[in-house]
């Protein structure tokens, strides 16, 4: 013990002492405000707006517009938003309506279409997918929706639509051959009065 003692460096102590109460103080500080904690948490809200929003307050047709312009060929669909309601701010529908929808597109580019209704990702909606020529020549695509949707005009409600577009990956060797196409999804809402 007497040997420990005597071989003892008490300057080269306290620099070790300081040194590392120093290390501890910066540790406690560092550690107070939570530097590393981004790196491994992400507070993340994803909010989809509709890109479009029908307001059925009245007996009428209603048609709206979707462009798709700048998409690739990929695994992963493109995901619109459409609502249908009985109601806008202060108007309200005063009778009992129901709707059907009509997606009419312009078939520029081999897309693949899906229609949901609300929740449901395991219900496509599309019904009839055909192709018809107008009276130039140019070809559209009409896609059909399953059934009728009803709105009674005592509660105020909206109906929330998930468009899916697939631009399949297979077509990703030409997709020069597509840039610059811009494909036009016209979606219609027939609204009548329930008797």
Request: glycine share 4%.
């Amino acid at each position: 013990m007497k040997k420990i003692l005597e071989n003892f460096d008490k300057k080269q102590f306290r620099r070790y002492f300081i040194f590392s109460i120093i290390l501890i103080i910066l540790i406690l500080i560092i550690g107070t405000f939570n530097f590393t904690q981004a790196r491994y948490e992400t507070n993340t809200k994803i909010k989809i707006e509709p890109q479009l929003a029908f307001f059925l307050v009245d007996v009428r047709n209603q048609e709206g517009q979707i462009k798709l312009d700048g998409i690739l060929p990929s695994n992963n669909p493109y995901i619109y938003r459409f609502d249908v309601s009985n109601y806008y701010k202060t108007q309200k529908a005063n009778v009992d309506l129901k709707y059907e929808i009509e997606i009419i597109t312009t078939a520029n580019i081999p897309l693949t279409y899906k229609v949901y209704k609300g929740n449901d990702l395991n219900t496509n909606m599309i019904t009839q997918d055909y192709f018809d020529t107008d009276s130039n020549g140019v070809y559209y695509r009409h896609l059909k929706i399953d059934g009728i949707s009803y709105f009674n005009y005592n509660e105020k409600k909206t109906d929330v639509y998930t468009l899916w577009v697939l631009f399949p990956e297979e077509y990703k060797n030409s997709a020069t051959e597509y840039s610059g196409v811009i494909e036009l999804v016209d979606i219609k809402i027939n609204a009548e009065q329930v008797m």
